[in-house]
């Protein structure tokens, strides 16, 4: 997959509206969490995260983490943990992700109390601002935290429309943001891993190159999900046709005019992904 920097770009202007009000309102903030979806630590990560957030305290959740490969996505947390970041792994549906997070946020919260006695100042309420990419799972961790539905959630990008406040408890304060991502992707591959969680609009990138994308990922780092979900050994885009011959006879796609039906096949690929059938993968190797 070429490394290049990449012409794909998802940057509707709503994303450029909140960047903008992040930069405005970060200063009333005290501590910053940024969902990342594990499945892709790397890609869905901020790269100008700092910028944005400047010297804010800052969290990691790792949300999804029930359907990446832990033992990539680990080796990502530590990663991170070692530039300075807390980090917590996320299962946002089924776990107890409200203990986990509360614990991290009263550490950080200590921290800047801490430095307000310093200045002869008092202890103050938190403000927290959670941030990230599309469709990673931001209005559910709310809503965790929260103990009822206070945002709408979705498993398609572009839900959450405006910035908004929401009280945790007597002690803190969430500060929730639309979805955003950056003007340039910097290749390909962040694209593409991307779309295939679902986290830029399915119409940006042609359905077949985002399948393709998928089915390439998994010949080169998980050839038995590929075996066991599409039926075939390995996937050779040379043989395309044949490829998607052997998927369509497997999962028992009736031809369209005689022909393989290729746009079930990509629907069906990417769908395995979206819907949670293909799990234990993660497409950002370390």
């Known amino acids: 997959m070429n490394e290049n920097k990449t012409n794909i ?24 969490i940024n969902v990342i979806d594990a ?9 100008d995260l700092e910028e944005l957030t400047k010297n804010k305290e ?3 959740v790792m949300s999804k983490y029930d359907l990446c490969d832990s033992v990539i996505t680990n080796k990502w947390k530590s990663y991170y943990e070692s530039l300075g970041y807390k980090v917590i792994l996320a299962d946002l549906l089924n776990g107890n992700i409200k203990k986990q997070v509360i614990n991290v946020l009263d550490l950080c919260m200590k921290k800047v109390n801490e430095k307000r006695k310093e200045k002869g100042m008092l202890p103050k309420k938190a403000k927290v601002m959670i941030i990230g990419v599309s469709n990673v799972g931001k209005s559910t961790l709310i809503n965790k935290l929260t103990g009822k539905r206070v945002v709408k959630s979705a498993n398609t990008p572009g839900v959450t429309k405006s910035i908004s406040m929401t009280k945790i408890n007597d002690k803190m304060d ?27 609009k399915e119409e940006v990138l042609p359905l077949d190159q985002v399948c393709i ?9 998980y050839k038995d999900k590929l075996k066991s979900l599409f039926g075939i050994e390995s996937f050779d885009i040379e043989n395309i ?36 059938i293909l799990k234990g993968i993660t497409f950002d190797k370390m």
Do not use: C, Q
């Open 58 to 60: 800052k969290i990691i």
């Open 9 to 32: 770009n998802w940057f509707p202007g709503h994303m450029a509206k909140t960047r903008r009000e992040i930069k405005e309102r970060i200063g009333l903030v005290d501590i910053v």
């Open 213 to 221: 994308h998928i089915l390439e990922k998994l010949n080169d780092m």
């Open 174 to 200: 969430l500060i929730d943001t639309p979805g955003i991502l950056w003007p340039k992707f910097e290749s390909e591959e962040v694209a593409l891993n991307l779309a295939s969680m679902t986290i830029i």
């Open 39 to 47: 499945r892709i630590p790397k890609s869905s990560f901020i790269p």
């Open 241 to 276: 046709e044949e490829m998607y011959k052997n998927i369509s006879n497997y999962k028992k796609i009736p031809l369209r005019n005689g022909e393989v039906d290729y746009d079930k096949i990509n629907s069906i690929v990417i769908n395995s992904i979206k819907s949670g």
